[in-house]
């Protein structure tokens, strides 16, 4: 990954952060992590979805199962 690939994403992770803060959507410091993980490019996109979408579906089925 170049510096300017790095640079981008960590711009548009602060971007998407700034959003939520506006929108008062909490991002968990898990997602965080995985945010970071991604500027840094030491995982890709769709392993961060993967992660944050099993993440919420863990979260999901235990609000269910004990809600």
């Known amino acids: 990954m ?3 690939q790095r640079s981008r994403r960590l711009a548009a992770v602060k971007t998407a952060d700034a959003i939520n803060a506006i929108e008062g959507a ?3 410091d898990y997602a965080r992590r995985l945010s970071s993980s991604w500027a840094r490019g ?3 996109g769709e392993q961060m979805k993967a ?3 099993a993440s ?3 979260l999901a089925a235990q609000v269910r199962d004990h809600g």
Request: charged letters at 15%; glycine letters at 0%.
């Open 51 to 53: 992660a944050l979408l």
């Open 26 to 28: 909490p991002v968990s």
């Open 42 to 44: 030491e995982i890709t």
């Open 56 to 58: 919420h579906q863990k």
């Open 2 to 4: 170049t510096a300017t």
